[in-house]
């Protein structure tokens, strides 16, 4: 891995690992993504752009908005595509999408195609700071507060115990796909827990909701920017500290990591030929940056409150032409 990489962006982070991603294309139905390319790849000059839009609702929210002012604003139609981390990469250098909104740090990814191929272009910071590790209950942690020191977790591992954990203290994760360090970290930490998956983020925060309404302690990864901390309060568990040195040790060997996730300032990027040429929507996207509240504000309507990320995004506008108004000049 070159040296030049942010040492703080090198782990991958969240990254799904299905070979097969899940494909939907608005207003398309099923997408083969084996075939389809880019509208604005296919008809030159045309006024489309493909999103690529990631599985967690953060991502989700990044998308609605920016989809609803390049279609309301600036006359674009928008295509969306659901498809995992990694692939997403590939498929936004052969120009299937036109942008990712929300990377958590993919270096060989960023290698390949930023650095060597040069078939993608940054996009930019998008203005919101990411941040995995593991959290307990903020009315857990004021009745226990040594237990945000990840020495003092076998001490409550039976606290944490539940049915899945055989016997061991439970350490509540979501999806299986996403790539996390959490395994290395039971391990090599010595810690007398066990790795128990929700299956995905909406069944993860529907667990965590029922132990916060029963007032029951519990151990999870979780990750900031997120609107569940609105409504269920968390702290977060000092795990040791982490350095350049641990995560280039786990750029050669993952499960030697033993060291907290590092602090991520989430990236957008667009396919190269498309930050070039794509006129009125790539500036735009270039300049789309916003806080963790807001993410979190689109959010919580669209998980929370069940509304559609359509509807979510246009609310989100009308409440805020203070902020958006300044991507469109």
């Not at 296919?42 to 989809?67: C, E, H, I, Y």
């Not at 959490?182 to 998956?197: E, G, P, R, T, W």
């Not at 000092?238 to 280039?248: E, G, I, Q, R, S």
């Amino acid at each position: 891995m070159a040296t030049a990489h942010n040492p703080r962006r090198r782990q991958l982070l969240m990254a799904a690992t299905g070979v097969t991603a899940l494909l939907t294309a608005t207003g398309c139905g099923a997408a083969d993504m084996s075939k389809q390319s880019s509208p604005y790849a296919n008809v030159g000059g045309a006024k489309s752009v493909t999103l690529s839009v990631q599985s967690w609702v953060g991502a989700q929210a990044n998308v609605a908005v920016a989809q609803y002012l390049l279609e309301h604003e600036l006359g674009y139609h928008v295509d969306t595509v659901q498809v995992d981390e990694i692939p997403a990469w590939d498929a936004l250098s052969q120009g299937r999408v036109d942008a990712i909104l929300e990377d958590w740090g993919h270096p060989e990814q960023e290698q390949r195609y930023v650095k060597d191929k040069k078939t993608i272009a940054s996009g930019g910071g998008l203005g919101v700071t990411g941040h995995i590790g593991w959290w307990v209950p903020k009315y857990f942690a004021d009745k226990h507060p040594d237990v945000l020191n990840w020495k003092n977790l076998n001490k409550y591992a039976k606290t944490f115990k539940t049915a899945e954990s055989g016997g061991k203290g439970q350490l509540l994760d979501g999806s299986p796909s996403y790539v996390t360090n959490d395994k290395a970290l039971v391990k090599n930490l010595n810690l007398n827990y066990q790795i128990v998956f929700a299956g995905s983020e909406s069944a993860q925060i529907t667990q965590m909701k029922q132990f916060a309404k029963q007032k029951k302690p519990f151990l999870s990864y979780w990750y900031e920017p997120q609107w569940l901390f609105n409504q269920v309060p968390m702290e977060e568990v000092k795990l040791p500290k982490y350095t350049d040195k641990c995560a280039a040790k786990g750029e050669k060997d993952p499960d030697s990591i033993d060291c907290a996730y590092p602090v991520t300032p989430l990236q957008k990027y667009l396919n190269a030929d498309f930050a070039k040429e794509g006129g009125k929507a790539a500036a735009f996207l270039k300049k789309f940056k916003w806080t963790k509240k807001d993410q979190n504000e689109v959010s919580e309507l669209i998980a929370s409150d069940g509304m559609s990320a359509q509807d979510a995004a246009k609310k989100w506008v009308k409440a805020h032409p203070d902020v958006w108004k300044q991507w469109l000049r």
